[in-house]
């Protein structure tokens, strides 16, 4: 784990210490999963601050963290965690600046006898190159989901909505051994696949249209996410003329991951081969995003991005052509920068789906 490396840059940041309160980050720190936990790290020692509810958990499980009980001795949860920051603290607190509400905010500023420092993305550094346990997790994630639609295409034709499917798909999510959904399964039929985020809903599968399904799971506390649109029925000859030219973009962006490539280069890979065909004000949003312990996390694959890739980053690369009086298409994998290239984590063929 890279708690000590974090140990490190909080020192060269001059910091006394750094306060982590954001469920992401504490569990990635810790590795422990609770919906009430703080993360307090110096340069020298780490506490982890709970609750009763995982005070017993977490003695067991974190041996090598200083575990402290919240609302000890019956103290206010709040004034204890300021009491304890005081005294294990020091006198420059770091804290994150991007994850914190106002409230939390106001409490620590008038508690806290040292001076607060905001950061944004602290550990994003850390969190972008994923360790060989984190990607052998991911891998397994991914496997699943793999899975889990090679059952959802047995599935679909007995389905009647879309409801019917996302409901399959959590079913066969917790079979897998997921611990739920890395966000709410989207289903979209017909037209409803134009609307790049649609909310699944009661309306019913239409025949001769794309069904298309974006999903991911849970797994030790890891995402996967994954989309593909198949074909109920015959469909257009444009529907699948704009099918191979989203896969045509989206194998020529996967080209494109490597180490140190700048993750603008992949957006605009994708983009530039969607805009030759005349599509280019269809292609709605980026590219793709970082995943791990959030589905959502830095990198964003985007043409306005910074952002270089890092050995290990682990992000989707998922463009999509969307037309509202037709339909959508996306297609999605799971990909890994590695040295000599992208690693393709996904396993379900790109190719055309009719059912």
């Keep these: 784990m890279k708690v000590a490396l974090v140990q490190e840059k909080i020192k060269k940041e001059g910091l006394s210490s750094f306060l982590f309160s954001s469920r992401p980050n504490v569990f990635y720190l810790s590795r422990f999963n609770s919906s009430y936990a703080f993360v307090l790290l110096t340069p020298q020692e780490k506490y982890f601050i709970t609750d009763n509810r995982y005070y017993q958990g977490a003695k067991k499980k974190l041996k090598d963290w200083q575990v402290i009980l919240l609302g000890e001795g019956g103290k206010k949860a709040d004034k204890h965690l300021i009491e304890i920051i005081n005294n294990l603290g020091g006198g420059k607190i770091g804290f994150e600046e991007d994850r914190t509400t106002l409230s939390f905010y106001k409490k620590l500023k008038e508690g806290v006898d040292g001076s607060l420092v905001g950061y944004a993305g602290f550990l994003s550094p850390f969190r972008m190159s994923k360790t060989k346990w984190e990607l052998g997790i991911i891998k397994k994630a991914v496997e699943k989901t793999d899975r889990v639609f090679q059952r959802l295409l047995e599935y679909i034709p007995k389905a009647t909505t879309e409801l019917d499917v996302r409901r399959e798909a959590v079913n066969l999510f917790f079979k897998e051994g997921a611990t739920g959904e890395s966000f709410p399964t989207i289903v979209a039929t017909g037209k409803n696949s134009a609307i790049p985020h649609h909310e699944t809903s009661t309306a019913k599968i239409k025949n001769n249209a794309p069904l298309l399904i974006d999903m991911g799971l849970v797994y ?106 037709v339909g959508g298409v996306r297609l999605e994998n799971v990909v890994v920068a590695k040295k000599r290239g992208g690693q393709i984590l996904t396993k379900t063929p790109l190719d055309i789906v009719e059912l």
Excluded: M, W
């Design 220 to 325: 030790k506390g890891y995402c996967s996410d994954f989309t593909r649109t198949i074909f109920v029925g015959k469909v257009s000859q444009k529907l699948k003329d704009i099918y191979n030219i989203v896969k045509e973009a989206h194998l020529s962006a996967v080209e494109k991951v490597k180490e140190g490539v700048p993750v603008k280069e992949v957006d605009q890979t994708a983009r530039d081969i969607i805009a030759r065909y005349g599509y280019g004000d269809y292609f709605i949003h980026s590219t793709g995003h970082g995943v791990g312990i959030e589905i959502h996390e830095p990198p964003r694959v985007s043409k306005h991005s910074e952002e270089v890739l890092t050995e290990n980053c682990v992000i989707t690369v998922e463009p999509g052509i969307y037309i509202p009086s």
